[in-house]
C-alpha cells in the first residue's frame, strides 16, 4: 500500500487542499482530507511536498511525437506522451494510410500495447477513412474517391472494436453505408465529426449512428452560406448547438487553430463539461517557418505539411491545459477535466479512470499548478519521476 500525504487533490468538481490518496495495488483506495485518515502501518508514504494530484491525463486523438507515428514506433511514442502526464492514449491513424498499412499499424499498436508502458494505449482514433480531403497533406490523401464496400471492409473486419471512434464526413456520398457496416461490426463505435463543410442538417442526418464528438471543433471545414455574405451552418454550429455532443480543442500556445475567444465562446456554450482537449500531435514534416504573406500563422507548438499548412502539432496535453488556462482565465481544475474526465465519459471508461475516485485504477499524476508533470503513476507504480 502507497499513501499521498501533503497533496492538493483535483477532483471532478473541486480540490481537496492536504489532501491524502491512498493506492492499493492497481487501484486508488482512500481518497479524503488528512485530518479524516489514519495512515496504516507498514504503508509507503509518499510526501507530495503541496504538489496537485491529478487524474492521468487522456489523449483521445494523437498521431504521434515530434519524431515518430505510433503505426511505425508505437513504444517510442508511449515513452515520450507519459512523461507528460498522458496515462490513456488513443493513437490516430490518418486518411493518407492505404488499407494495408492502417490494418498493420494496428496490429503493431495493439501488440505494444499489451505490456510496460505501452499499456497507456487504449484502442485507436480512425480519423477517417472517409473525410472531406481538405486537411492537411491533401497530395497524400488515399479515400477521396468512391466510398466502395470492397475496399473498407477488410479494414473494418481486422480493426473491429479496437478502434473506439472513426471520423467521417457526413457530407459524402455513400457515407451511411459505411457508418452501418462500422456499426454491424462493432455497436459500440463512435464517430467523430471530421474535416468536412457539410451542412448542419447534413450532420443531422447521420447522428443516430452514434456521432457523439466533432473533431478540432474550429478547425475542420465551414459549411457555405445560403447567400452571398452569408455564413451556413455546419460542423461546428450542430455541435455547439447540440448539447450531448463534445467538442475537440486543440489548444496551442498563441491561439492559431482555435483563436482565444473562440476557445472562450465554445467553453461558455458547451460548458467545462462536453470541451475535450486533444494534442493531434505528428511528428514534424520539414523546417517551415512563418509566412504571413499567404496568411499562415506560425506556432512553436505547431506542425505544418509539405506546403505550409497547418498540419496538427507538437503539442502534449499538460501543455494543453496550460495553454486553456492562458486563454480563458478558467482554473486548473477545470483545465484538468477537460483533458481527463471528458474524454473517460466520451468512450464509456469513467467507471475506471478519468478522476480520482475510490476503486478507480490508480493512473495518477504530480503536477504543480502550471501543470509541469513530476511524477506519473500508471496502474499503482511510479514510471516517472522527474
Given at each position: ?140 490523401i488515399l479515400w477521396g ?59 443531422r442526418q447521420v447522428y443516430?449512428?452514434g456521432v457523439k464528438v ?173
Amino acid at each position: 500500500m502507497k499513501v499521498i500525504v501533503n497533496a492538493n487533490v483535483i477532483l471532478e468538481d473541486g480540490i481537496i487542499f492536504d489532501g491524502v490518496v491512498e493506492i492499493n495495488g492497481d487501484r486508488i483506495g482512500n481518497v479524503c482530507k488528512k485530518s479524516e485518515y489514519t495512515i496504516p502501518n507498514g504503508a509507503e508514504i509518499i510526501d507530495a511536498n503541496g504538489l496537485y494530484v491529478a487524474p492521468g491525463l487522456i489523449d483521445i486523438h494523437n498521431h504521434g511525437s515530434e519524431e515518430y507515428l505510433w503505426v511505425d514506433e508505437p513504444l517510442k511514442c508511449a515513452e515520450h506522451f507519459i512523461k507528460h502526464g498522458q496515462t490513456t492514449i488513443l493513437p490516430t491513424l490518418y486518411c493518407n494510410l492505404n488499407a494495408e498499412r492502417l490494418i498493420d499499424g494496428t496490429k503493431k499498436i495493439k501488440e505494444t500495447a499489451k505490456s510496460g508502458i505501452g499499456k497507456i494505449i487504449d484502442g485507436i482514433y480512425m480519423e477517417g477513412p472517409y473525410m472531406s480531403g481538405r486537411g492537411s497533406n491533401q497530395k497524400y490523401i488515399l479515400w477521396g474517391g468512391e466510398i466502395i464496400k470492397e475496399e473498407y471492409q477488410p479494414v473494418i473486419d481486422e480493426v473491429g472494436s479496437y478502434a473506439r471512434i472513426w471520423a467521417i464526413d457526413p457530407a459524402r456520398e455513400g457515407i451511411e453505408g459505411f457508418m452501418q457496416d462500422v456499426k454491424a461490426d462493432n455497436p459500440s463505435a463512435i464517430f467523430a465529426l471530421g474535416h468536412s463543410s457539410a451542412t448542419s442538417t447534413q450532420c443531422r442526418q447521420v447522428y443516430k449512428y452514434g456521432v457523439k464528438v466533432q473533431t478540432h471543433h474550429g478547425d475542420s471545414g465551414k459549411a457555405k452560406g445560403c447567400a452571398q455574405g452569408t455564413i451556413g451552418a455546419g460542423c461546428d454550429e450542430f455541435t455547439l448547438y447540440n448539447q450531448d455532443m463534445y467538442a475537440e480543442l486543440i489548444c496551442d500556445e498563441v491561439g492559431v487553430h482555435v483563436q482565444p475567444d473562440m476557445i472562450k465562446m465554445v467553453m461558455k456554450v458547451k460548458g467545462t463539461e462536453r470541451i475535450i482537449l486533444i494534442t493531434d500531435c505528428m511528428p514534424k514534416s520539414g523546417d517551415f517557418t512563418n509566412n504571413e504573406k499567404d496568411g499562415i500563422v506560425f506556432g512553436p507548438d505547431l506542425n505544418y505539411d509539405y506546403e505550409g499548412h497547418l498540419a496538427g502539432s507538437h503539442l502534449t496535453l499538460d501543455n494543453a491545459c496550460r495553454n486553456l488556462m492562458r486563454h480563458t482565465g478558467h482554473g486548473l481544475c477545470h483545465a484538468i477535466r477537460c483533458a481527463s474526465l471528458n474524454p473517460a465519459k466520451l468512450l464509456g471508461i469513467d467507471d475506471k479512470v478519468g478522476s480520482i475516485e475510490k476503486g478507480k485504477i490508480a493512473n495518477l499524476i504530480l503536477i504543480d499548478g502550471m501543470v509541469n508533470v513530476k511524477s506519473v503513476y500508471l496502474q499503482g507504480e511510479k514510471v516517472i519521476e522527474q
